[in-house]
């Protein structure tokens, strides 16, 4: 049974950072493409980034130059780096897996079939 659990989320002022972790196990992680999504309140749930099997990485124009994805297939863990956070970053993150899907370039929510509980981003002005 695949399991991702993050961790990381809290509370920060506007220009802070906060590093998201999601461990993940019950599969072959190395084969999966990985995606960080967000949703606040209100609002669809949106792609913030993307990393391939190889590690090709791929944002959300919003986030671009501020969050970095990695992964370390050794350990099973995607990372979200998030630097220069504003308040309309704040919402819930949740990491999703999938095998069959092509990880070339943001995704949508629909693609994924495995999903973390998601961890909560405020960031306040």
């Known amino acids: 049974q695949v399991q991702l659990v993050e961790s990381g989320g809290g509370s920060v002022q506007a220009g802070g950072s906060l590093r998201l972790s999601c461990a993940a196990s019950?599969?072959?992680?190395?084969?999966?493409?990985m995606g960080w999504f967000r949703q606040a309140p209100g609002k669809e749930r949106e792609g913030v980034a993307f990393i391939s099997r190889g590690g090709n990485p791929y944002y959300a124009d919003s986030v671009k130059g501020r969050f970095t994805i990695s992964r370390d297939n050794v350990k099973n863990m995607v990372y979200l780096q998030m630097n220069s956070l504003k308040p309309e970053d704040t919402a819930m993150y949740s990491c999703?897996?999938?095998?069959?899907?092509?990880?070339?370039?943001?995704?949508?929510?629909?693609?994924?079939?495995?999903w973390g509980q998601g961890t909560q981003v405020t960031v306040s002005s």
């Open positions: 019950g599969y072959a992680f190395g084969n999966a493409c």
């Open positions: 999703a897996a999938e095998y069959w899907v092509s990880c070339n370039g943001l995704r949508p929510a629909a693609d994924f079939r495995y």
